[in-house]
């Protein structure tokens, strides 16, 4: 893989634009969400490694993550922060835009209903960003976030997640495309208006519903 100065993938990128102008995966179909397979995605036993090319360095230690804009409490927790709040046990399937699926994969955190119950969202919000320690940035809309399955994850298949899948910390959002699902997360900023993320700035749609085949804007 090519990389750039900064040890980002450019043709990564480069091809993950392109596939956004030609429309690369759309089938057409839209699925019952029902449905366990949504259209055009296929099941792997394995689980891919995607990202920008550069995995931080952190340590349990050095994880923070930040929740502000508009709530009526902001938080800053470290790791044990994260560990003392109460803890979810998730299984959920989840989906690339790339077009893999992988079932029932076992995920621990906190939940994102938990965490927006601490922080209280004011009356105006509506979107968040989700920031990252590798520089990625998504956007998803506050009500979605707000799923019972959406989890602030340490851990995966009963162990910490590794380096490479987001640990020590990452986001998981089930029900969307897992570019949503950031890594190695570092802050969550709740907004009244919607700002486009890293894939969504190149072609990548605003929501991303992979019953519906939201894959491009
Ligand atoms: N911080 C960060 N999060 C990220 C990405 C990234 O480049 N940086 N890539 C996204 C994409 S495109 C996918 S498909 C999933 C992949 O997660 P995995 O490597 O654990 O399978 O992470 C998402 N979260
Ligand atoms: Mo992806």
């Given amino acids: 893989?090519?990389?750039?100065?900064?040890?980002?993938?450019?043709?990564?990128?480069a091809t993950k634009e392109r596939w956004a102008r030609e429309g690369r995966l759309l089938t057409g179909a839209a699925a019952d969400p029902a449905e366990r397979l949504p259209p055009g995605q296929h099941e792997v036993r394995n689980w891919p490694v995607l990202d920008l090319g550069v995995?931080?360095?952190l340590t349990r230690e050095k994880w923070h993550l930040r929740v502000d804009g508009l709530v009526a409490n902001k938080i800053a927790w470290r790791y044990a922060d994260l560990l003392a709040q109460p803890q979810t046990r998730q299984i959920s399937d989840i989906h690339c835009v790339t077009s893999w699926s992988r079932y029932d994969m076992p995920f621990e955190g906190v939940s994102a209903l938990h965490l927006l119950e601490q922080v209280q969202p004011l009356p105006e919000a509506r979107h968040l960003m989700v920031h990252s320690f590798d520089g990625y940035t998504t956007n998803l809309p506050l009500e979605l976030f707000a799923a019972p399955d959406v989890l602030i994850a340490h851990s995966a298949e009963g162990r910490p997640l590794t380096r490479e899948h987001g640990g020590p910390v990452r986001l998981v959002v089930p029900k969307l495309y897992f570019w949503k699902s950031a890594k190695w997360i570092s802050r969550i900023e709740v907004l009244s208006e919607e700002r486009l993320g890293f894939w969504e700035e190149r072609g990548y749609h605003r929501i991303g519903?992979?019953?519906t085949e939201e894959r491009y804007s």
């Fill in 1 to 13: 893989m090519t990389k750039g100065d900064d040890g980002t993938k450019d043709k990564l990128i």
């Fill in 55 to 57: 995995q931080p360095e």
């Fill in 209 to 211: 519903d992979p019953w």
